[in-house]
């Protein structure tokens, strides 16, 4: 399990990897990072939103593809379903998050992974968002669950040992399970 | 601003919307929902969700279209730039919740909105996911600020009234301000 032997392992660069890290030690700036995103109301619970441009490593950089998402609620909800309701949002983070991580440390760690497919569940009553609860049910989720399969070139204690490096290092896993200062301003007219 | 005048307003089915709280006040069972996501690794920190099904209203339900979203870090973060970064999938989320409810809201008090966008930014160190800080650094957004601008037939205090309601019913706002319990499982091989 050599690391220098392959520069590249579960298609990550690793010799790459290594580098930007090393960089990073010696100029903590650039890892200062600034994600956006844009969004305008279509109809009625419809709207789309575009993440393009970022900031990171010093500099203004864009995405190579803009990627456009529709947000609604499905017709049980009132809405016209022209896309997932935005609490699943968080779901597909999470778990995408929670799998960039493990392949960058799988490589970092010299294990070859074959294969890795998660499934997200997110229980939310709604009562919650409807305002009928006596507050005792919350607007987000009340949990979710991450289950991974998992197969790769290690024993099951090693491989198990990734996903919970990963967990640590999550910035959704974090976003998710601590809290966020989030302000909203409005500007109208 | 009569609610009956018009059963819908801002694209949102108004009598339906009555109609659906109602039904929801005497069966509290019907607003349990679950919602799914599932991902699959596809090479470095590219990977690809599907969001397809999901549990509602006492049953087993489908969105009309399922929603495929790859995610991937950009060339900056030694990845390919395939799709978002996963963390960034929490600002349309944020956005297009809080949107969502406004034109519930709206439509409840009978305000027509004509225009509403937003913009979201979230900081990020990087030094967090990096493990490079002394845990002074956190995984996640260290902030995220929404703006909103709204136009619409009702004056500023009004406006800005319904979107201070949406944020007290928002499901996205509520997982990332408030703690979310997270369980991550594996199973290997």
Redesign the interface.
């Known amino acids: 399990m050599s690391i220098t032997a392959q520069p590249s392992r579960?298609?990550?660069?690793t010799a790459?990897?290594f580098a930007?890290?090393d960089a990073?030690?010696g100029q903590?700036d650039i890892?200062?990072?600034?994600?956006?995103?844009?969004?305008?109301?279509?109809?009625?619970?419809?709207?789309r939103?575009t993440?393009s441009g970022?900031y990171?490593?010093g500099q203004e950089?864009t995405?190579?593809?803009d990627?456009v998402?529709d947000?609604?609620?499905?017709a049980?909800?009132?809405?016209n379903?022209n896309?997932?309701?935005?609490?699943?949002?968080?779901?597909?983070?999470?778990?995408?998050?929670?799998?960039?991580?493990?392949?960058?440390i799988a490589a970092a760690r010299g294990v070859d992974?074959t294969?890795?497919?998660?499934?997200?569940?997110?229980?939310?009553?709604?009562?919650?968002?409807?305002?009928?609860s006596d507050g005792s049910v919350?607007?987000?989720?009340?949990?979710?669950?991450?289950?991974?399969?998992?197969?790769g070139d290690a024993d099951?204690e090693t491989?198990?040992g990734l996903?919970?490096q990963s967990?640590r290092?999550?910035?959704?896993?974090?976003?998710?399970?601590?809290?966020?200062?989030?302000?909203?301003?409005?500007?109208?007219?």
């Open positions: 579960n298609g990550v660069d790459t990897l930007t890290l990073v030690k903590n890892a200062k990072f600034q994600f956006r995103a844009s969004n305008t109301w279509v109809s009625g619970t419809h709207s939103s993440i970022f990171g490593a950089l995405h190579v593809h990627t998402l947000a609604d609620h499905p049980v909800l009132v809405g379903d896309g997932p309701t935005p609490v699943e949002f968080l779901l597909p983070a999470l778990a995408s998050c929670l799998t960039s991580g493990l392949a960058n992974l294969k890795v497919t998660s499934t997200v569940e997110g229980d939310i009553d709604l009562l919650g968002i409807f305002g009928m919350r607007n987000g989720y009340q949990g979710i669950r991450v289950t991974f399969h998992i197969e099951e491989l198990r996903v919970e967990r290092r999550s910035a959704v896993y974090d976003a998710l399970t601590n809290p966020t200062p989030v302000t909203v301003d409005v500007v109208v007219g």
